[in-house]
């Protein structure tokens, strides 16, 4: 992912000090984070469950394009540097190779983690046990529908309402 500081240069650089959290989980920042240098750990809950040490590593992705609170909470590790990037959704719609890597990541992390269902559900099937339901779980990820994404300001009101 070293390839997204390039697209990064210029933007606001922070020194985050070991210890400082960087994103907190439930909120909403618009942000994307971009680890420079340093060490992170992604915390679900009370639990930590990834450090990421690797540059160009992006954060808050997931709350940028969904629109919705940050899922879990990171934390500096170690003394880091990252950039901040205020407006995430105009970035992206600006950086389009940005979007790409993303996509990239993201896609690289989802069959990661449908290879790894698929296992499970291979090793454990016919055992009627708690991981039986992960079969459900692999066609509720496949059949899920997307959510409405409109372009424009996160400012109007939601129609729903």
């Known amino acids: 992912m070293r390839e997204i500081l390039e697209y990064c240069i210029g933007g606001i650089r922070q020194n985050v000090s070991a210890g400082s959290l960087v994103v907190q989980e439930g909120g909403r920042t618009g942000h994307l984070y971009v680890l420079i240098e340093g ?12 450090a990421i040490a690797e540059p160009g590593a992006v954060l808050g992705e997931m709350s940028v394009l969904l629109d919705q609170p940050h899922t879990a909470t990171v934390r500096a590790a170690a003394d880091s540097v990252i950039y901040e990037i205020n407006d995430a959704a105009s970035f992206l719609r ?34 009627g046990t708690h991981l039986a339901m992960v079969g459900d779980l692999l066609q509720s990820m496949i059949n899920q529908s997307p959510t409405q994404v409109l372009p424009g300001s996160d400012r109007k009101s939601d129609p729903r309402m």
Do not use: C, F, S, W
Not at 39 to 50: M, P
């Open 94 to 127: 600006q950086q389009p190779g940005v979007a790409l890597l993303i996509a990239r990541m993201l896609a690289q992390r989802l069959n990661a983690a449908n290879t790894y269902l698929a296992d499970i559900k291979r090793q454990y099937a016919g055992h």
């Open 39 to 50: 060490r992170l750990e992604v915390i679900k809950g009370d639990t930590v469950v990834a």
